[in-house]
Nanobody
């Protein structure tokens, strides 16, 4: 079993909402960059959102999903949720959670090559 475990994917109609979760078993959870990426068939992997778990500041959310997606956290459970609303068919993809240990001075990167730990992914399908 890997460090990161995604859950909560599924199928939903356009306009609906879904929450997917990433539970991190690492002891470094309190100081990590944790990101959500997604990849649709035939497309490049896209970073959706990320957060530095040391700080209680608003997470970064990509322009393509801003206003519809956000991150929430349950630090006691070492879990980061991706809250998705007003879903569109183009949001259909495999969603991956990724992490990398960080320091308080770290600025989380946007590139997928930066992240060292990856979950298995959870499928989100939005039908029109």
């Amino acid at each position: 079993q890997g460090q990161l475990m995604e859950s909560g994917g599924g199928s939903v109609q356009a306009g609906g909402s879904l929450r997917i979760s990433c539970t991190d078993s690492a002891n470094t959870y309190a100081d990590e960059c944790i990101a959500w990426f997604r990849q649709a068939p035939g497309k490049e992997r896209e970073r959706v959102a990320h957060v530095h778990t040391h700080y209680r500041i608003p997470p970064y959310v990509a322009d393509s999903v801003k206003g519809r997606f956000t991150l929430s956290r349950d630090d006691a459970a070492k879990t980061v949720h991706l809250e998705m609303s007003s879903l569109k068919p183009e949001d259909t993809a495999m969603y991956y959670c990724a992490s990398r240990s960080a320091t308080v001075f770290t600025r989380c990167h946007t590139s997928d090559s930066y992240y060292t730990n990856w979950g298995q992914g959870t499928q989100v399908t939005v039908s029109s």
